[in-house]
């Protein structure tokens, strides 16, 4: 099992002062070797987090993402996730792991065109 105490160091670091990480590189999986759960989750959702980094789901997610915000810049999650047919909840928990990261930036609130509610729009770095 990941532990936070190994990677604590590694995980905090701007990914952008770190020269060994490209973006969503080949050191993607370590990159993101910490929990994907908060505190107080279930052990299930420690256990879900970890298969989805050992399958590479969470790559695959995280990098779909991304280029759909590349493609579709300045949008709110649940635009984003019409456009390019992803699920929108997933990219939800995804485009702030991108923001952590150093590779996507929330904008400004506007008027969601899908969820018609107030929503942060998202841009890539």
């Known amino acids: 099992m990941l532990t936070m105490d190994d990677e604590t160091k590694l995980l905090f670091e701007p990914l952008k002062q770190r020269p060994d990480v490209l973006k969503l590189g080949q050191n993607f999986e370590k990159d993101f070797a910490r929990p994907l759960s908060h505190r107080n989750d279930s052990l299930g959702s420690y256990q879900s987090g970890e298969r989805m980094l050992k399958f ?20 709110t999650s649940a635009e984003l996730a019409r456009l390019s047919d992803l699920d929108r909840y ?15 930036e929330r904008g400004p609130e ?3 065109s899908i969820c018609r509610c107030q929503c942060f729009t998202w841009r890539p770095l």
């Open 110 to 112: 506007r008027l969601c």
């Open 90 to 104: 997933m990219v939800a928990r995804r485009l702030p792991v991108l923001a952590s990261r150093g590779l996507a």
């Open 56 to 75: 590479g789901k969470l790559r695959g997610q995280t990098q779909a993402v991304y280029n759909a915000l590349k493609s579709h810049p300045n949008k």
